[in-house]
T-cell receptor, first 116, second 111 residues
């Protein structure tokens, strides 16, 4: 079975500072994908960044980067230069490699609050 | 290009009734999956459809069903609604499985 663990229910960060949101995962698949989504209070899930299990380089998308440590089974999200608009819930998710396991498994989320 | 469209945005139903939610994926995406989000259980996978066929199914009772049409639009149906079915229902469409784009969700309240 696949499992995603996010151990930080809530985080505070000062505007313009960097913040790391933790995510560890467990899977027996050799091929898998890791995702981070942002969910503001409106409810929509906004895709942030994707890392494939065979990708050798850490993924980056603008101010977002994914610190992928395969041996430790961790996929932490780093947000640089936090902005007030970054305040939201953040979810780490994984999909397996087989067609039958392509559903996303989500973690419990981290609520990030950016303070001015 | 247009994103994933879910209708309606909000819905209030009475216990015992049934409800149908709709999801229109991004043009060209043939995979549509559904998720339920509740404060207690978090985000849980309901089912996935690909080219009108159910490809994956989560651990939900048979009251939850879905279908996909030839234009890739999908509907999910919940029969005999229970109070615990109150949730945000999210639909996601995908082209390759390396990216899932979600809609804004349908917030269902069962009273």
């Amino acid at each position: 079975a696949q499992k995603i663990t996010q151990t930080q229910p809530g985080m505070f960060v000062q505007e313009k500072e960097a913040v790391t949101l933790d995510c560890t995962y467990d899977t027996s698949d050799q091929s898998y994908g890791l995702f981070w989504y942002k969910q503001p209070s409106s409810g929509e899930m906004i895709f942030l960044i994707y890392q494939g299990s065979y990708d050798e380089q850490n993924a980056t998308e603008g101010r977002y980067s994914l610190n992928f440590q395969k041996a430790r089974k961790s996929a932490n999200l780093v947000i640089s230069a936090s902005q007030l608009g970054d305040s939201a819930m953040y979810f780490c998710a994984m999909r397996g490699g087989d067609t039958g396991r392509r559903a996303l498994t989500f973690g419990s989320g981290t609520r990030l609050q950016v303070q001015p | 290009k247009a994103g994933v469209t879910q209708t309606p945005r909000y819905l209030i139903k009475t216990r015992g009734q049934q409800v149908t939610l709709s999801c229109s994926p991004i043009s060209g995406h043939r995979s549509v999956s559904w998720y339920q989000q509740t404060p207690g259980q978090g985000l849980q996978f309901l089912f996935e459809y690909f080219s009108e066929t159910q490809r994956n199914k989560g651990n939900f009772p048979g009251r939850f069903s879905g279908r996909q049409f030839s234009n890739s639009r999908s509907e999910m149906n919940v029969s005999t609604l229970e109070l615990g079915d109150s949730a945000l229902y999210l639909c996601a469409s995908s082209l390759t499985g390396d990216g899932y784009t979600f809609g804004s969700g349908t917030r269902l309240t069962v009273v």
